[in-house]
């Protein structure tokens, strides 16, 4: 990738419903990364936030009548979380808060988050990492992260 983590690189580990934003505090070859903020969403699995049976209604005239599916509310409310740290980080930029971001998430997450960036936040994107970290510890963080941006 070629991405350096610079003194002051914001490093955003995110999946659809945790986020953790970091500060590295050194150079490249050994980062220390610190938990600036610490984002989290209530999302029961969908099963607990649906209907027990699906809707129906009918289709006209006669007793013909067809299924409606219910609402994916988990999947939402993760579409929900994705607006909610573009919208962070958007305000964060706008403030000069941080100058480059890499984003690990999720590979959907990812996606979903890439497609929310205000411009002034996805110019200052210098790597993105397709992984799931956010229930890693912070030393595993920053080993992941500096040999994905730094292959050998």
């Known amino acids: 990738m070629g991405a350096r983590l610079t003194q002051g690189t914001w490093v955003l580990i995110a999946d659809g419903e945790k986020g953790l934003v970091l500060e590295n505090q050194t150079d490249h070859e050994?980062?220390?990364?610190?938990?600036?903020?610490?984002?989290?969403?209530?999302?029961?699995?969908?099963?607990?936030?649906?209907?027990?049976?699906?809707?129906?209604?009918?289709?006209?005239?006669?007793?013909?009548?067809?299924a409606v599916d219910d609402t994916d509310w988990h999947q939402l409310a993760k579409e929900r979380f994705a607006d909610d740290l573009a919208e962070m980080l958007y305000k964060k930029a706008h403030k000069g808060a941080f100058k480059d971001i890499v984003i690990v998430a999720a590979p959907g997450v990812l996606g979903e988050l890439r497609d929310k960036l205000h411009k002034e936040v996805a110019s200052r994107v210098i790597a993105e990492v397709p992984k799931t970290l956010t229930n890693h510890g912070l030393d595993d963080i920053e080993t992941i992260v500096r040999d994905e941006l730094n292959p050998e």
């Open 30 to 66: 050994n980062p220390y990364l610190t938990v600036l903020s610490k984002e989290e969403q209530e999302n029961p699995p969908n099963r607990e936030q649906a209907e027990n049976r699906r809707g129906r209604f009918n289709d006209g005239s006669g007793i013909h009548r067809s």
